[in-house]
């Protein structure tokens, strides 16, 4: 139902089958991509796009229809929701997981957390402003 990204930085971690990944070229795009891909806004715009039955279906495969541009060094927007990224990945590190939650619901806590920053809101809007 939502987006979500990280960054790994293990070389020998193991991914499941259901799990999509790709190399970054740098920090910098990782934290752009991670950013963009976890942006409410994305989810947002990618749900019309998602085939339904029961539920809305294959958000993974939508995703991709939007106008999300490769992360470009010397573009200032890109640059500044990479910024955005890495600085929302440091604030969530600090989010107190509750072990006794489903991680659906933790997902939903972290997000409101992340979102209710005003680096979080920036975020939202840059990416808003790019997608659409």
Known sequence: MHICAAKIR?????????LYWA???????????CAILNAPVTTHLTRPLMSYGKDERDIHK???????????HNNDVHKRISALGAALEKLVLT???????????T????????????????LNDLVASMLE
């Open 23 to 33: 190399p970054m070229t740098s920090e910098q795009e990782a934290d752009y991509l």
């Open 107 to 122: 997902r939903r806590h972290i997000r409101d957390f992340s979102m209710g920053t005003p680096e979080g809101l920036e």
């Open 62 to 72: 939508h995703v991709w229809e939007l106008p999300i541009e490769h992360f470009d």
């Open 10 to 18: 293990n070389n020998k971690a193991l991914l499941t089958h259901g």
């Open 95 to 105: 989010f107190k997981i509750d072990e006794t939650l489903h991680f659906a619901a």
